[in-house]
């Protein structure tokens, strides 16, 4: 017994042993962060100093070196994100996740965003082309010290290559795609043209514009063909945090006449899909000429959104209709060609062998093309007419990179200006702010001028009758300086009168929360009084929503069926939409706006096609069905006896008490709002993977919701997750840089080890910010000294 007893206690030990040694080996993959490093590649020394939260300030007496430690410091923090990030922007995603990424994979590869970030490069700027190759060279700096690689490359068996400066162009066509496209909604429009006819696809989706040939178009587009698409774009949104109908943003620059200081004040909160780790990386670099502080990309050289030492900006979503679907007639002698204008023209077809994880020969793709673009619809198999994307941020001559370098360096708006129009997508609104006091605004980017049509729908792409004739004019691009009201606000909503001479698009988000950051900034602007930072960080941190103040009325209007559905309408009499964690009426509120949907379509869009139109176009239309006498979507015809909306709310009411009381049990006073509403912080790839999701997901209870200025939106598909947040927020006080405050949504650190990999997810929740320290003197923390080797 005793020998037993010690070969079990030996064992024990070995194994502990084993485990602490595997710690141990993986522990040393977090960064180095002080000491002297010597890098091949450097003009001179670099400092890194990184803050107690892990924002590195990088001093270099170059840029070229600064860019270089920007990489580095990338690699050093972010590396599986790098590579889980390239890897999809060339569809390579199957080679380490195997078949189950392959349709995925076929996607990418046809759109082609590597091959177009190949082409772009000949158009860039020589400037730009050294920074991005001083940027790669920094990170496979890193890669070749031979570092212990995160977790992720252990468990997936992957070793990452060179970073190439089509690394990162490619992310680059990725961020656009996240932020600059309509494509999904052309295939919705077209599959509920289908299902409930032309009238009432208007009235589901309102800017839909009644144009008999385009429907002609859209009801040859195939249902399996436009099914197979959002399918795919599905997965793109739930499987890569890519894209979404909730990406959007808040900005607002004050202008000096209502702040405390005399100078303006700008704010900025970008909506994007949350993800762990974060999209974005706070750095400062600083060289002989550029120095800015602000949100990075990993993956890319330069401060996206932030300050220099002179200018402040930051970006919007500008949601031009940039994508355009066309529909293409195939010879059926020679199934790759296609008519254009009575003619048969060859596609182009490019060979892409795709590298299954598992399987013993690549599967050989053809991405095939029309003058249009790709023929994406060939994923979905083969269709009689499939159809082809035509994208702006396709083209060859894409100088976007250039832009946003050239912000970085800009001194005034002439400057700012001068920058814009290097830009191509995704088109954004940018407000401005100067030290002198000025303040701006301008939505740069490629924005098409139809021959016929406004990209709404699928069109007939065998002759010219909806070709892109040119772009709206830089000098016509919609644009303000110093306006008389003082201040500039943006969210997502129209940005131009209705006389504005171009279409830009018909999808301008609701403007809810644009109408409650103009209220609180008269509000706290009037009577003399001036607005301060730490009043604009109640403006981020506001969670009254303006949706809910609109449709509430109509919700009180509802004759309770019994006990239970008083006690919920009494949480909502003196109720403001005022959306906290701690909120009763929150969550019956939201519960009721989801059923109500639900109901009131679900007699007429069947199968996925209803989760496809929640999930891209929440029933913004129901405030109009509510208030109609005449409407017919409120009787649902699989029943009888005809049902009036009033009897469709009360239903939809009970169904959203039987949800709650599911979910959180018979006691109303405990249904808290935070309680379902949770913020999901989802990692790639591992949250898919139940043994693994325990280690490398997050989720924070939260308030707010779609409309709330703390934008909050929830997820219909997974009730009431949130998967769409406010990715950064930055308040920048152009009398005072050293007061200016950022934040982002996780951590710096991208490993699961790294104590930086989690630890801003509270403190974003609660809007609370890190001080956005500019210049040698006031970083401060562990010194990292890069020098040549």
């Known amino acids: 017994m005793r020998l037993i007893r010690n070969i079990a206690i030996i064992a024990v030990l070995l194994v502990l042993l084993i485990a602490i040694g595997g710690f141990v080996y993986l522990r040393s993959s977090l960064p180095k962060i002080e000491g002297t490093t010597k890098l091949a590649g450097l003009d001179g020394q670099v400092e890194v100093v990184r803050d107690a939260d892990g924002v590195p300030h990088i001093f270099a007496a170059t840029d070229h070196d600064a860019y270089f430690a920007l990489g580095y410091v990338h690699a050093q923090d972010r590396m599986w994100q790098l590579e889980f990030q390239r890897r999809v922007g060339a569809g390579r995603l199957s080679e380490v996740l195997g078949e189950a990424t392959l349709d995925t994979d076929k996607f990418l590869r046809t759109l082609g965003m590597y091959r177009a970030a190949e082409a772009a490069w000949p158009a860039l700027s020589p400037q730009s082309q050294a920074t991005l190759q001083a940027y790669a060279d920094g990170i496979n700096a890193w890669l070749d010290e031979g570092h212990t690689l995160p977790l992720e490359f252990t468990i997936l068996g992957d070793k990452p290559e060179p970073w190439t400066v089509y690394d990162s162009l490619a992310w680059q066509k990725l961020i656009a795609w996240d932020l600059g496209g309509n494509y999904d909604t052309e295939l919705l429009r ?21 144009d008999g040939t385009t429907i002609l178009a859209a009801a040859q587009l195939s249902p399996q063909t436009a099914d197979s698409l959002l399918a795919i774009d599905t997965f793109m949104q739930t499987g890569l945090n890519l894209r979404g109908l909730d990406i959007g943003s808040n900005n607002w620059v004050i202008g000096g006449s209502r702040t405390e200081s005399g100078l303006p004040i700008v704010a900025n909160d ?12 706070l750095a400062e670099i600083q060289g002989d000429k550029v120095h800015a502080v602000g949100a990075t990309f990993p993956g890319l050289p330069a401060v996206v959104i932030g300050h220099n030492e002179d200018i402040a900006w930051g970006v919007t979503n500008l949601g031009p209709d940039v994508q355009d679907l066309y529909l293409e007639r195939i010879n059926p002698k020679n199934l790759n060609q296609y008519e254009v204008n009575g003619e048969w023209a060859d596609m182009t077809i490019v060979e892409e062998p795709i590298v299954v994880k598992g399987e013993d020969k690549p599967i050989l793709w053809a991405a095939r093309s029309t003058r249009h673009g790709p023929l ?17 941020a396709l083209d060859d001559a894409d100088t976007t990179m250039d832009a946003f370098l050239n912000i970085n360096y800009a001194t005034n708006w002439d400057e700012f200006v001068a920058a814009m129009q290097f830009y191509i997508a995704p088109s954004q609104n940018f407000v401005f702010a100067d030290r002198d006091g000025n303040i701006g605004y301008f939505g740069p980017g490629h924005i098409p001028i139809r021959a016929k049509g406004n990209g709404m729908l699928p069109v007939p792409g065998w002759t010219d009758d909806y070709e892109w004739e040119g772009w709206i004019p830089f000098e016509d691009l919609p644009q303000a300086f110093n306006p008389e009201a003082g201040f500039i606000a943006t969210a997502n909503n129209r940005v131009v009168p209705k006389s504005y ?59 309770p069926a019994n ?3 008083a006690e919920a309408l009494s949480y909502l009499q003196d109720w403001d939409g005022t959306t906290p964690t701690t909120s ?39 405030n109009n069905i509510l208030t109609d006498p005449d409407t017919v979507w409120c009787d649902n015809y699989l029943s009888a006896p005809v049902e009036t909306c009033a009897d469709i709310a009360q239903q939809a009411l009970g169904r959203a008490l039987d949800d709650l009381q599911e979910r959180m049990g018979k006691n109303m006073s405990k249904w808290e709002w935070g309680q379902i509403h949770r913020t999901q912080y989802p990692h790639n790839p591992f949250s898919k993977v139940p043994a693994l999701k325990r280690f490398f997901h997050r989720e924070i209870p939260n308030g707010g919701d779609k409309y709330t200025v703390n934008v909050a939106p929830v997820d219909y598909s997974k009730p009431y997750l949130q998967f769409h947040v406010p990715s950064y927020r930055e308040i920048i006080d152009m009398s005072d840089f050293a007061g200016s405050l950022f934040m982002h ?17 509270a403190r974003h929740q609660a809007v609370e910010y890190l001080p956005m320290n500019f210049g040698r003197q006031a970083a401060g923390g562990s010194n990292l000294v890069l020098r040549p080797k």
């Open 376 to 392: 994406i619809s060939d994923v979905s198999g083969s269709a009689a007419m499939p159809a082809a994307m035509r994208w702006t």
């Open 584 to 622: 009763i009426a929150t969550s019956i509120y939201q519960a009721w706006l989801m059923h109500l949907g639900q109901i009131i379509l679900e007699d007429d869009l069947h199968g996925d096609l209803y989760d496809e139109f929640a999930s891209r176009h929440h029933a913004t239309f129901l």
């Open 190 to 210: 077209a599959r509920l043209i289908q299902a409930v006819g032309a009238e009432r696809a208007a009235q589901l989706m309102p800017a839909y514009p009644r």
């Open 270 to 281: 970008p909506h994007l899909g949350a993800r762990i780790p974060s999209i974005w990386y």
């Open 563 to 565: 006990e239970r559905q």
């Open 745 to 761: 949504t996780t951590g710096q650190s991208g490993n699961v080890l790294s104590p930086h990999y989690d630890d801003l997810i």
């Open 501 to 559: 001479p171009y279409f830009i698009t018909n999808e301008w988000t609701p403007p809810y929360r644009a109408q409650r950051i103009v209220e609180m900034i008269e509000d706290m602007s009037s009577n003399g009084e001036k607005i301060s930072v730490d009043d604009v960080a109640a403006m981020q941190a506001d969670q009254r929503s303006a949706q809910a103040r609109e449709l509430l009325p109509l919700l009180l209007k509802v004759e």
